[in-house]
């Protein structure tokens, strides 16, 4: 009995330390926190006197073998073409979703966010190439394209106070078919030298998952099995793999009236994995910049500029001037409740590209002083958009009867 309730005292007391992250874990934004620490404390690392072990630590090289056959990558190369994928994988569910069930299923929802998600890609791509197109780092356009939608939602639950929930629907729905954007221009442009064999097998892959769906197969294994068999042939294909996850999740069986079909169960589990675990551990693997070394040579350099200009101003403009133009064509409607002010608010948190613009950039450049040109513009625009956005946002929430907002 003794040794029962002391068993039970401990439980109760590891219970007590484990609470308080438990807690943390359930807030909106506590994903959008614990990317900042990660790249955070990979900048730290990098211009610390441990910049070289760390740097060594993840170009480490890994080998996976079967049987005869094997791969041999850097911790990074893992990271950036294994992990990601499960992180597009997620990507890919909610913009089926969204496009069968959701925000983006009717040309009326669809309309709107889409035009501020087509206006806030073309806008910061044309300021970027305005201010590159003869240079060195050209080919990183799409870099400032492609919007943090855990950072932007996060940042805008902290401040938004009494905001119309009708604007936190606008911002996922347009960052979502961001993403969609940013998918296509990855698969179109950041794509090596195909290989047309391993290509026509990952089409075969693709038609066998989805013959699976169409027999209303809804037991998660033989996806997962004939998904890693499609990353496998994507990344051998010469397209990026993380192409891979969007593919299988668009094979992935939803039924709409149903909410514990395939796609959410898939979608509800590995939100915490994403959020928690893989978008942080990408944040510390890539987020890492020689400042100290490369900020005078950045602050003089199109590319770093270029991508502030794309995402701090491109990004505002492109989207409210484009879902402004829609609405003016009667294409569209603005939400109730909602007006310009918020979404030129919104669309300032738009311009947290971070996670995205970061991957984009890791396919974009392989001349480590162009990379680290755009980290810091990314990470520069990033806080800057923060910034504006969160005060914008502020200052465009109805007031409580408190006078906070809330």
């Given at each position: 009995m003794?040794?029962?309730?002391?068993?039970?005292?401990?439980f109760g007391r590891l219970a007590g330390l484990t609470r308080p992250f438990v807690t943390f874990a359930r807030h909106s934004w506590a994903g959008g926190?614990?990317?900042?620490?990660?790249?955070?404390?990979?900048?730290?690392?990098?211009?610390?006197p441990w910049r070289e072990a760390w740097d060594h630590f993840w170009h480490t090289d890994i080998g996976i073998t079967f049987g005869r056959v094997g791969m041999t990558h850097s911790l990074a190369h893992w990271i950036n073409d294994g992990l990601m994928v499960v992180f597009f994988l997620l990507v890919g569910l909610e913009i089926k979703r969204e496009m069968i069930s959701g925000e983006l299923s009717t040309m009326q929802k669809a309309m709107l966010p889409i035009a501020g998600a087509i206006g806030g890609m073309v806008v910061p791509a044309g300021i970027y190439a305005l201010m590159n197109h003869d240079g060195a780092g050209a080919h990183g356009w799409g870099i400032p394209m492609a919007t943090d939608i855990a950072f932007a939602l996060g940042i805008m639950?902290?401040?938004?106070?009494?905001?119309?929930?009708?604007?936190?629907?606008f911002l996922t729905a347009l960052a979502i078919a961001d993403d969609l954007g940013a998918v296509l221009v990855i698969a179109a442009f950041y794509t090596a030298n195909l290989d047309m064999g391993a290509l026509a097998a990952a089409g075969a892959l693709v038609a066998a998952l989805y013959s699976l769906n169409r027999l209303g197969v809804t037991a998660g294994f033989p996806y997962v099995i004939g998904g890693i068999a499609l990353w496998i042939a994507v990344m051998a294909s010469g397209v990026h793999a993380?192409?891979?996850g969007v593919l299988l999740a668009l094979t992935i069986p939803l039924r709409e009236d149903h909410h514990e079909s395939t796609l959410h169960r898939w979608e509800h589990n590995l939100h915490p994995w994403i959020t928690f675990v893989i978008v942080p551990v990408f944040a510390l693997a890539n987020a890492g910049v020689d400042i100290g070394g490369n900020l005078q040579v950045a602050l003089q350099a199109p590319v770093f500029w270029g991508v502030v200009g794309g995402l701090v101003v491109g990004k505002p403009l492109g989207i409210t001037g484009l879902a402004w133009l829609v609405v003016r064509m009667r294409l569209a409607t603005l939400p109730d409740g909602v007006t310009w002010k918020q979404v030129?608010?919104?669309?300032?948190l738009g311009g947290i590209g971070f996670t995205m613009s970061l991957f984009i950039n890791s396919l974009a450049f392989s001349d480590a002083l162009l990379i680290d040109e755009a980290k810091m513009g990314i990470i520069a625009a990033s806080l800057a958009a923060t910034a504006i956005g969160a005060l914008l946002c502020r200052a465009a929430s109805p007031r409580g009867p408190d006078g906070d907002g809330r």
């Amino acid at each position: 009995m003794h040794a029962m309730s002391d068993a039970l005292n401990q439980f109760g007391r590891l219970a007590g330390l484990t609470r308080p992250f438990v807690t943390f874990a359930r807030h909106s934004w506590a994903g959008g926190v614990l990317l900042l620490v990660c790249a955070v404390v990979a900048i730290v690392c990098a211009n610390s006197p441990w910049r070289e072990a760390w740097d060594h630590f993840w170009h480490t090289d890994i080998g996976i073998t079967f049987g005869r056959v094997g791969m041999t990558h850097s911790l990074a190369h893992w990271i950036n073409d294994g992990l990601m994928v499960v992180f597009f994988l997620l990507v890919g569910l909610e913009i089926k979703r969204e496009m069968i069930s959701g925000e983006l299923s009717t040309m009326q929802k669809a309309m709107l966010p889409i035009a501020g998600a087509i206006g806030g890609m073309v806008v910061p791509a044309g300021i970027y190439a305005l201010m590159n197109h003869d240079g060195a780092g050209a080919h990183g356009w799409g870099i400032p394209m492609a919007t943090d939608i855990a950072f932007a939602l996060g940042i805008m639950r902290l401040v938004a106070g009494r905001i119309p929930a009708a604007l936190f629907v606008f911002l996922t729905a347009l960052a979502i078919a961001d993403d969609l954007g940013a998918v296509l221009v990855i698969a179109a442009f950041y794509t090596a030298n195909l290989d047309m064999g391993a290509l026509a097998a990952a089409g075969a892959l693709v038609a066998a998952l989805y013959s699976l769906n169409r027999l209303g197969v809804t037991a998660g294994f033989p996806y997962v099995i004939g998904g890693i068999a499609l990353w496998i042939a994507v990344m051998a294909s010469g397209v990026h793999a993380t192409i891979a996850g969007v593919l299988l999740a668009l094979t992935i069986p939803l039924r709409e009236d149903h909410h514990e079909s395939t796609l959410h169960r898939w979608e509800h589990n590995l939100h915490p994995w994403i959020t928690f675990v893989i978008v942080p551990v990408f944040a510390l693997a890539n987020a890492g910049v020689d400042i100290g070394g490369n900020l005078q040579v950045a602050l003089q350099a199109p590319v770093f500029w270029g991508v502030v200009g794309g995402l701090v101003v491109g990004k505002p403009l492109g989207i409210t001037g484009l879902a402004w133009l829609v609405v003016r064509m009667r294409l569209a409607t603005l939400p109730d409740g909602v007006t310009w002010k918020q979404v030129f608010a919104v669309a300032c948190l738009g311009g947290i590209g971070f996670t995205m613009s970061l991957f984009i950039n890791s396919l974009a450049f392989s001349d480590a002083l162009l990379i680290d040109e755009a980290k810091m513009g990314i990470i520069a625009a990033s806080l800057a958009a923060t910034a504006i956005g969160a005060l914008l946002c502020r200052a465009a929430s109805p007031r409580g009867p408190d006078g906070d907002g809330r």
